[in-house]
């Protein structure tokens, strides 16, 4: 008898340990693939029984099997008769939230009947939570205990359930803070795309709220143009380098996707592609290194038009062809890191593109509207018409009138600014007559010459060798005449022939002799002009002349140095831009001037701009032609004379830059200010 107690007591022992630790996994923050089966383990082992199951109600109110140990097969077998008798046994239970024991083989008879179709005694405990039902715990218990005992069986149970119903309130709690978090995402999400109507400003809004709202680690959105998609924004990135390979494969992968209008679903089998897209995909997966990747065509949602007064002018959704219109694009989804179960990613996928293809079909319609750029600008500029606005807005419209007439009727002298050079009115460039070297610099800069002083000494050997030779035969010229010359002298002694061939000697070499001494002149001459005189009396302005040409060969026409009377007055040599002389030509024209007469001149000094001074242009000193210049292209060269007085008084330097406007009447103040930028847009626009 002790033995039976104590046996009684440990069985005891153990179903409490079971009820206990039945109790911690229903406080616990178990899943339910860890909950039901230990759950269910636990209360077969506690009662021995054979087997057991869970069922839950779903949102429709069936049941569903969650978790089963050694239930009998024929109550799992959809089409059998004692499938569908089980069925309605437990849904009438799990509706009525009343636990219930039901012995083997019992039940109605009737075409809707119900009942225990197995061998077991089934204990059913309901699942019940703050009065909702949501379904029950079944225990297939072996017949034939006492009906004390059963009862027993039945209390368990239904303790066991209020403990399981814990974990459920728990769950559905979770289930419901999950939702709802979803539920305010979404809604932030559907805000945020429909915010703006700039195609590319929706995409990124679309890219970036989407991978937060699938929890993923990018999404991209592709725009379909033509034929070819291209990437328009991608998540977390402000910018795209159309010209990466990443890209570049994200595009051909986005366009073959499109191209055959199904969503592709990868998540590492590429068997079941085709083959264009398989490539694609293994291309771009070798450069993202993506585990799961979704690329969803999206599709301009069809609507209805004209389906009742209510539907608005766009014409209202046709829900059941939701998805059936044109192609616009593509939303890809991509998990590189990130592990999100496969029917929350799918959901939340489909969630986004529910959201995203609407917001891009109408950003990519009201951005496709005739001069949608100019009606969006107009429809910006509406607040200056707003009763605050009004006056600041007259005020800025009645000054810019102003201006405007300002610039229209007042008058402004108009002037052509010009580029210029003071040089003085006697001088003089020194050039080589002939080729020779360097062989003495007499003067140098800014030392004073005499008209006809020697400045620069040359030699040209080939003229001293001709001059030599010239001379040599000179003197073989004389003794040859000396020679027939004694000869004549024995006249007597001649015969008559004789004589006249001396004598016919005699004159060609006297002919001879006069060639000999034209060219020794000649080359005399020659050498004189190695002598390079100064032609006037003045100043050496070159600069270092010594250095410059010493011991340096000289060709002839190079230009040595040049040579200035400083005590002459300067005058003002002028480059006027080819593309102004038109204005000039038009002035002159229009006050019909001769080319006697003068125009005024305002100059001002590199070296002194703070003191303008005046110049008279002869008309007749304008150049004819244009000459080339590096810096402006082309230009009219005319010379000024400026007042002397004045321009002694600053003592410039010969040579010295200076910036001078040439008087062309007067003309509308906007004219002057603005005619280049005018004249610049007729010649590259009008």
């Known amino acids: 008898m002790s033995v039976n107690q104590q046996t009684v007591e440990d069985t005891k022992a153990q179903i409490r340990g079971l009820v206990n630790e039945i109790a911690q996994l229903s406080k616990s923050g178990a899943t339910a693939e860890e909950f039901y089966p230990e759950l269910l383990s636990r209360i077969i082992t506690a009662l021995a029984a054979a087997g057991g199951a869970i069922w839950l109600l779903d949102e429709d109110r069936q049941l569903n099997l969650q978790y089963q140990i050694n239930a009998e097969p024929s109550i799992l077998d959809d089409d059998s008769e004692d499938a569908a008798r089980h069925t309605r046994l437990i849904q009438r239970v799990a509706n009525t939230g009343q636990s219930l024991l039901v012995p083997p083989y019992s039940g109605t008879t009737d075409g809707e009947g119900e009942g225990n179709p197995t061998g077991f005694l089934l204990c059913l405990g309901a699942l019940q939570h703050d009065g909702h039902n949501d379904g029950l715990i079944e225990i297939f218990q072996r017949p034939g205990t006492a009906p004390d005992t059963q009862r027993g069986y039945l209390r368990f149970l239904q303790q066991m359930c209020e403990l399981a119903a814990e974990w459920l309130r728990s769950q559905k709690l979770r289930t419901l803070g999950d939702r709802q978090t979803l539920w305010q995402q979404a809604d932030s999400f559907a805000r945020a795309t429909h915010e703006s109507l700039d195609l590319k400003e929706t995409a990124y809004i679309v890219a970036n709220e989407g991978r937060r709202l699938i929890g993923c680690d990018r999404v991209s959105v592709a725009i379909k143009k033509s034929r070819k998609c291209k990437v328009q924004a991608i998540s977390g990135q402000d910018t795209i380098e159309n010209r990466s390979n990443i890209v570049t494969a994200l595009n051909n992968l986005a366009t073959r996707v499109v191209a055959a209008g199904e969503p592709l679903w990868h998540d590492g089998a590429t068997e079941d592609l085709p083959p264009q897209i398989e490539e694609a995909l293994e291309d771009y997966v070798d450069q993202s290194y993506g ?95 707003r009763a605050r606005t009004l006056p600041k807005t007259i005020g800025v419209i009645a000054l810019l009138l102003t201006v405007v007439f300002g610039l229209t009727f007042i008058k402004k002298d108009f002037n052509l600014e010009a580029e210029g050079t003071l040089v003085p009115s006697e001088k003089r460039e ?65 015969k008559p022939s004789e004589l006249r061939s001396l004598q016919a000697e005699k004159n060609e070499l006297q002919a001879k002799d ?173």
């Open 291 to 385: 585990r799961n990747i979704a690329v969803l065509p999206l599709r301009e949602p069809e609507r209805r038009l004209g389906v009742d007064n209510d539907s608005g002018a766009a014409g209202e959704i046709d829900r059941d062809n939701a998805h059936r219109g044109e192609v616009i694009g593509a939303l890809i989804v991509e998990q590189i890191e990130s592990d999100i179960p496969e029917d929350v990613f799918r959901a939340r996928c489909d969630l986004v593109y529910e959201h995203g293809t609407r917001a891009i079909a109408n950003a990519r319609a009201h951005s496709n509207l005739f001069l949608m750029p100019l009606w969006r600008a107009l429809g910006r500029a509406t607040w200056v018409l």
């Open 430 to 494: 020194i050039f080589a007559p002939i080729d020779g070297e360097v062989i003495a610099v007499n003067f140098d800069h800014d030392d004073s010459v005499k008209q006809n002083d020697v400045l620069i000494e040359l030699r040209n050997r080939d003229i001293e060798i001709q001059i030599a030779d010239i001379e040599g035969q000179i003197q073989t010229n004389l003794a040859e005449q000396a020679k027939v010359q004694g000869q004549l002298s024995r006249r007597q002694l001649l």
């Open 514 to 686: 006069m060639v000999l001494q034209r060219k020794l002149q000649l080359q005399n001459d020659r050498k004189a002009e190695l002598m390079i005189r100064s032609p006037i009396q003045g100043t050496v302005v070159s600069w270092d002349v010594e250095k410059n040409l010493r011991l340096r060969p000289i060709m002839t026409g190079q230009v040595l140095m040049e040579v200035a009377d400083l005590e002459q007055n300067l005058v003002l040599e002028v480059e006027l831009p080819e593309k102004r002389e038109g204005h000039l030509d038009e002035y002159i024209a229009q006050q019909g001037l001769s080319d006697t007469d003068q125009l005024s001149v305002t100059y001002i000094l590199a070296t002194d701009p703070d003191e303008p001074m005046d110049a008279k242009l002869l008309i007749d000193s304008i150049a004819k032609r244009a000459d080339a210049n590096e810096e402006h292209g082309a230009v009219i060269k005319m010379r000024a004379n400026p007042d002397q007085v004045t321009l002694r008084g600053l003592q410039p330097r010969p040579g010295a830059k200076v910036i001078a406007k040439i008087y062309c009447g007067r003309r509308s103040s906007g004219f002057v200010f603005f005619h280049e930028i005018y004249e610049w847009c007729h010649k590259f626009f009008f």
